[in-house]
C-alpha cells in the first residue's frame, strides 16, 4: 500500500516528536516504541498542559504530537470536576493549538455501558463520570483533524495500575474484594504504543479509533488471572461496585472494539498481562 510520508522522511531527517506526559504509564512506553525517532518527552514539571505551551515548546518544530498528558484519577475528578477539565479539555486544546498532527488519548468511560455489545466509532458517547465528560470534551478539543485513541484499562509496569496494585495487595492479604459487574479489555500500554506508531506509520485517516486489547473480563476475572500468572496464593472474593462504593460511577460494560477498516488489533489482554509480568520480573529485557 503506498503512504503518504511526512516532511520530515522527505527531507531525510528523523521525525520529531512531542510526547506529553512523559512521564505516565503509556507516555513511557510511548517514548520506547517511538524511539527512532527524535522524540521530546515532557513531564507535567516540564510543561503544565492546563497552560499554553511554553516558547520552546510552541517554536519546537514538532512533527507529530502524542499527548498522553491527562487528569486519571477517576474518583477524584467527581469532587475536582473542574480541575480534570482544566487538564483534559483546555490541556488538550493546547496540545493541538501547537499545529502538528495530533494523537490524543481517551477512554471507554465515554460510554454508559447498556449496550452489553462491544462500543464501536460509530456508536453514541453518554459518560456516566466527571472524568468521562471531561475526556469526551477533550475529544472535541483535539480538532477534526487529530488521531483520537480510545483506550481501556491500562497497566503496565510502572506507574499506578491495577496490576501493580494487585501485586502488592497479593503479597500483603489472603484475600482481596474486587468488583465483578465491570467487564473491560485490560489494554498493556507497551502493545498500545506500538499500535500507536502503526496507525501513524500507516498514515491511517484521522478521527476516533477504538484500540483495545483482545478478550474482555471482568476486574476480577483480572485480578484471578494476575495472581495465577504471578503465582500468589491470594483469594477474590467478587462483589459489587455499589458494595465497594467508589465515588465515580463507571460504565458496567465498557468493551470497546473498532468497526474501522485497517484498525489495529492488539494482543488478547492475558498476553498483555504476561508480557507486563515478564517486564516486572526483568526491566528491559523486552
Ligand atoms: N489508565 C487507564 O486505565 C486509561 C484507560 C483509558 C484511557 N486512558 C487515557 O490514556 C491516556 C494515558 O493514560 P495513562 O494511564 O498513561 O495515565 P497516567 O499514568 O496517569 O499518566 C498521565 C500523565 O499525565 C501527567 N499529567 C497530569 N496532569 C498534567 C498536567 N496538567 N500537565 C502535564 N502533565 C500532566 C501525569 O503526571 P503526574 O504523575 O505528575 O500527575 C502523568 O505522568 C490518558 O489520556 C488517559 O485518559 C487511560
Redesign the pocket.
Known amino acids: 500500500m503506498e503512504h503518504e510520508h511526512p516532511d520530515s522522511v522527505r527531507a531525510g531527517r528523523r521525525r520529531r516528536v512531542l510526547i506529553?506526559?512523559a512521564?505516565?504509564?503509556?507516555?513511557r512506553a510511548l517514548g520506547q516504541a517511538f524511539a527512532a525517532d527524535d522524540v521530546v518527552a515532557l513531564?507535567?514539571t516540564e510543561?503544565?498542559?492546563?497552560l499554553p505551551a511554553p516558547d520552546k515548546v510552541s517554536r519546537g518544530g514538532f512533527d507529530l504530537v502524542l499527548h498522553?498528558?491527562?487528569?486519571?484519577d477517576v474518583d477524584r475528578a467527581e469532587a475536582d470536576p473542574q480541575g480534570a477539565a482544566a487538564?483534559n479539555i483546555a490541556?488538550t486544546a493546547n496540545a493541538a493549538a501547537l499545529g502538528a498532527p495530533l494523537v490524543t488519548?481517551?477512554?471507554?468511560y465515554v460510554f454508559d455501558g447498556r449496550k452489553r455489545k462491544p462500543y464501536v466509532e460509530s456508536d453514541g458517547a453518554n459518560p456516566l463520570s466527571a472524568y468521562g465528560r471531561t475526556?469526551l470534551h477533550g475529544e472535541a478539543a483535539a480538532g477534526a483533524d487529530a488521531w483520537i485513541v480510545r483506550?481501556?484499562?491500562?497497566f503496565g509496569p510502572t506507574?499506578?495500575?491495577f496490576v501493580r496494585t494487585m501485586l502488592r495487595l497479593g503479597v500483603e492479604r489472603d484475600e482481596v474484594a474486587v468488583v465483578d459487574d465491570q467487564r473491560g479489555c485490560p489494554t498493556y500500554?507497551r502493545h498500545l504504543a506500538i499500535a500507536v506508531r502503526a496507525l501513524v506509520d500507516t498514515d491511517r485517516p484521522r478521527g476516533v479509533w477504538h484500540v483495545a486489547a483482545g478478550g474482555d473480563c471482568t476486574w476480577a476475572d483480572f485480578a484471578e488471572a494476575i495472581f495465577a500468572e504471578a503465582g500468589l496464593g491470594c483469594r477474590v472474593r467478587r462483589v459489587t461496585s455499589e458494595e465497594l462504593g467508589r465515588p465515580a460511577p463507571r460504565p458496567e460494560y465498557a468493551v470497546v472494539r473498532s468497526e474501522r477498516p485497517g484498525a489495529p488489533v492488539l494482543p488478547h489482554w492475558h498476553a498483555g498481562l504476561r508480557a507486563c509480568l515478564a517486564e516486572l520480573v526483568s526491566p528491559g529485557s523486552r
Open positions: 506529553t506526559g512521564g505516565g504509564q503509556l507516555g513531564s507535567r510543561w503544565d498542559v492546563s498522553t498528558a491527562a487528569w486519571t487538564v490541556g488519548f481517551s477512554t471507554d475526556k483506550t481501556s484499562w491500562l506507574g499506578h495500575n500500554a
